[in-house]
Structure formats: structure tokens, C-alpha cells
């Protein structure tokens, strides 16, 4: 539903009830629709005052804007100008021991919030109706939590927005554990090798336990297969899953 920002009143202007015992009723009815036209009038005009006004203030924030940003160009051109690589020469170690641009501009904040709500609108607000009284029956929840929120709560958006936007950021985090899991399973698999000095007799060649038994196939391939150790003092191995393809 679109909220009127400004609104001509009176609306009807020929509408209303005749007092009883008048001599003439059209002229009663052309008087009444006269001064609901001057209302009116009254009206626009007060509505074209706050527009006016409306617009000198985003102008006049507009040109100090643009002033600032001026004079930071000025700034700048003369900066530059003054510059000259062919006499000044600046070292990369300099440039790295200097400062970072930190930038002064401050930003908008709290663009939408209460003091920035139009004057038309912040009548509408306080002609509209006060929500009852129920925050009286919160000392008798055995809850604790505050009854006139269960008829309105204005920070129920933004309480909703920020469960979102948790989750969403939980996700992801789950999801990158995820990826990086099975990144660090799928390439390569750890095997643990028993002492070289246990096996004399097989020379350069020892057999193999898979430490994961949770690929009992890896293991039954491998019980199959010998691989050289070139250190003797190995006791761990990463083979690539490449090898037993």
C-alpha cells in the first residue's frame, strides 16, 4: 500500500450536512464549497512552502558537496604540478614506509531514521492512533517478554534481517569447511610407514597401513602394491591418489 506523502484537504468540498432552518440551501452550499476551496488553497500553499524548502536544503547540501570536491581537485592539480620524477627520485623502500591514504570523507549514516522523516509524514504520525495500553499485562506474562510487542514491534524487520543475515554468514562459513575438507581428502592420503629396521629382509621396499580405514577398497588395492621409501627414517608418507590410478 503506497503511503501519500502530502495530501490536499478538505477532499470533499461540496460534502457536508446542512444546519437546519437556513433560508436559502444553495446559498449555504455555494458559501461552504467557497471557503473549502480557500482551505484547499491555504493547503497547496503550505505543501509548496515544504517542497520549496525541501529542495533548497538538498541544494544547498549538494553545493557544499561539490565545493569540498573542488577544492580537493585544486589541491590536487597543484600536487601534481609541483611534481617532477626527473629530479626527485623516490626510492620503493620510501614508498613503503610511507603512511597509507586514509580518505577524511565522512559518510551518510542513519539516511532513513527518525529525524530525517518528512514533515508531512511526521503528521500523519501524529494524527494516527497510539496502540493500546497492553505493556500494563507485561508484569503478568510468565514469560518476561513485553506484551505491546505481540501488537507491535518496530524492530521486528530488524531483528528478522539480522537472524538472515547470520544464518547466510553461517552457511558459508559451513560451506567453505566443507570445500576445504574435501580438498584436503580427494588430492592426497596419508600413510604411515612401519621402521625400516623391521623389515631387513625386504631391502628398499616395506609394506604399507593405511591410517584411514574408512576407504577399506585404498586398502585392499594397496595390500597388492609395494612402494619404495627412499628415506629410511620415514615413518610417514603422502601419496598422491594419481599413483594408484
Known sequence: MPL??????PKHLCRGALPDGV???????????LAAIIKQLGSLSRHAEDIFGELFNEANSFYMRMNNLQERVDLLAIKVTQLDSTVEEVSLQDINMRKAFKSSTIQDQQVVSRNSIPNPVLELYHRGDKPPPLNILSPYRDDKKDALKFYTDPSYFFIL???????????KRKEKRRQKSLTLLTPVCAFTFFPYSLFT????????????NAFPELCRKLSSQHFSVKDVDTTICVCDFALLA
Open 161 to 171: 534481517w539480522r537472524e538472515k543475515m547470520l544464518q547466510a554468514t553461517e552457511d
Open 4 to 9: 501519500v506523502k502530502r495530501s490536499i484537504e
Open 201 to 212: 629382509s625386504f631391502s628398499t621396499e616395506c609394506v604399507c597401513v593405511c591410517v584411514f
Open 23 to 33: 433560508p436559502s440551501e444553495l446559498e449555504c452550499v455555494t458559501n461552504s464549497t
